[in-house]
């Protein structure tokens, strides 16, 4: 291969590796011939594509590559990847496996697989595929962008928060670690950090519905007029239920109606503003951001 065709992949792979996947496309277009055959050239290929939301287009690239030089893992990884993003679960542990037969022990494998089993509801069976990965490779982003996944899936917001914290160190740009730091943040109450982190993750992945909706919702919850709301953002509504009729009750009980009026007015009126008050914001927020 001469020079002028390594340096291109060379190029290719940097731009993929710091989040450029469009400039990762463009490298590759001047690719001919036998260098346009080359096992990188199908691997960044289907990344970029992968990283670009066209999953079906990276999986027919990965194919070609995997027919013309076997079950390189690399692809393996990035096709799984691509097939679980586009819900083609069985597809996609079929890839995993097939790279873990030649592998068991490969950090990106097993946390790959470990995300197929999330797909599909088997949260614990992930659990345990990312603590496989985490024995091979402790201080992986990957890794702690997984259990944050998990965590998440198994209810545990604290855990899911340490975990994203603990990817946005290895990372702070990640715009996955992002994602995940910002959904942690708003379930556990912290909105503003919520709405910059989703809000970054959003604009790094344009054409990801569910990031712009989440980010809606963040803003939404960040905004000034929902600040009044903030304990139900922190606590089990349950929770904030139970101790402001405890109040109410222990205030009549000590023989103070007025203040117990007070307190059960007061009471009343906060809850109708939170029937209220977050429907009317979104449709006139929504209106304000065109969407």
Wanted: glycine share 8%; aromatic share 8%; with cysteine.
């Amino acid at each position: 291969m001469n020079e002028p065709t390594e340096a291109r992949l060379q190029m290719a792979g940097h731009w993929l590796q710091i989040g450029h996947p469009e400039r990762t496309l463009d490298e590759l277009q001047g690719l001919w011939g036998d260098s346009a055959l080359d096992y990188r050239a199908f691997l960044f290929r289907g990344a970029a594509l992968h990283a670009l939301d066209r999953h079906a287009e990276a999986i027919h690239v990965l194919r070609d590559g995997l027919s013309r030089h076997g079950p390189f893992l690399p692809l393996l990884q990035v096709l799984g990847s691509a097939l679980r993003a586009e819900g083609r679960l069985p597809e996609a542990e079929a890839a995993f496996l097939q790279g873990l037969s030649l592998d068991p022990n490969d950090p990106d494998l097993l946390i790959g697989y470990a995300m197929v089993c999330l797909s599909a509801g088997q949260a614990e069976k992930a659990s345990a595929l990312v603590e496989r990965a985490a024995s091979q490779a402790p201080e992986s982003l990957a890794v702690s962008a997984a259990r944050a996944q998990v965590a998440f899936a198994l209810g545990k917001d604290k855990d899911m928060h340490r975990h994203t914290q603990e990817a946005l160190s290895a990372d702070p740009e990640d715009p996955g670690a992002r994602a995940l730091h910002g959904t942690s943040s708003m379930l556990t109450g912290d909105s503003k950090s919520g709405y910059n982190s989703l809000a970054s993750a959003a604009a790094a992945h344009p054409g990801d519905p569910d990031l712009r909706a989440a980010a809606r919702e963040a803003r939404l919850a960040n905004h000034p007029l929902m600040r009044p709301l903030m304990p139900f953002q922190r606590f089990n509504p349950l929770v904030i239920w139970v101790c402001a009729v405890a109040v109410i009750y222990g205030l009549r009980a000590a023989g103070l109606l007025l203040f117990a009026g007070i307190a059960a007015g007061a009471w009343f009126a906060f809850c109708v503003y939170s029937w209220v008050a977050p429907p009317l914001l979104r449709r006139w927020l929504n209106r304000k951001w065109g969407s």
